[in-house]
């Protein structure tokens, strides 16, 4: 189905494309940099996720509303089970190596860096979508961008597992 856009529209839709792309060369570089096998595969896994918006968000600008498919909603189930396989296993980490003193710490300060900056970033890009959402015309528009965002906010929900069971999120 052709949609045609605003002016307002297209220039939402062109920040979140420059927003996606960005997510895609910072996941990529990470995942090149991680210490972590565990993180190295989150960034490989959240990148390749990053292109499917990116080629959602290049196909609304082109005036279609994609078709919000099965496949896509059973990448996130997938997705949130190996998050939660991920804060399992650092669980498990931390029962092996005895209760961790306050001074120390089971990452590297590179991998926190990057996993912190990447937690930010998806922070960021999740109040983007929010208010695009709200400027859309079109439903399918909507519920599309609606569908990113459910996503970007369950990429930051596995990058906050990731640091909570490597002891780099304190939550008291």
Do not use: W
């Not at 609304?60 to 509303?65: N, P, V």
């Not at 961790?100 to 970033?121: A, H, I, P």
């Not at 909507?142 to 990113?148: D, F, P, S």
């Amino acid at each position: 189905m052709q949609v045609q856009l605003s002016q307002k529209e297209q220039m939402f839709l062109e920040d979140l494309k420059s927003h996606e792309e960005l997510c895609i060369q910072k996941y990529s570089k990470y995942a090149n940099e991680a210490e972590c096998s565990n993180l190295k595969q989150i960034f490989q896994t959240l990148a390749s996720h990053e292109q499917q918006h990116y080629d959602t968000i290049n196909q609304m600008i082109a005036g279609q509303a994609p078709s919000m498919s099965q496949g896509q909603g059973q990448q996130s189930q997938g997705m949130q089970q190996q998050g939660q396989g991920m804060q399992q296993q650092g669980q498990g980490m931390q029962g092996m190596s005895g209760t961790q003193s306050q001074g120390s710490k089971n990452y590297s300060q590179n991998d926190f860096n990057m996993v912190n900056d990447m937690l930010s970033t998806e922070k960021y890009i999740s109040g983007t979508y929010d208010t695009a959402i709200f400027e859309f015309q079109d439903k399918n528009l909507r519920q599309a961008l609606n569908h990113i965002q459910k996503e970007e906010q369950e990429h930051g929900e596995e990058l906050f597992n990731y640091m909570k069971s490597h002891g780099m999120y304190n939550v008291q």
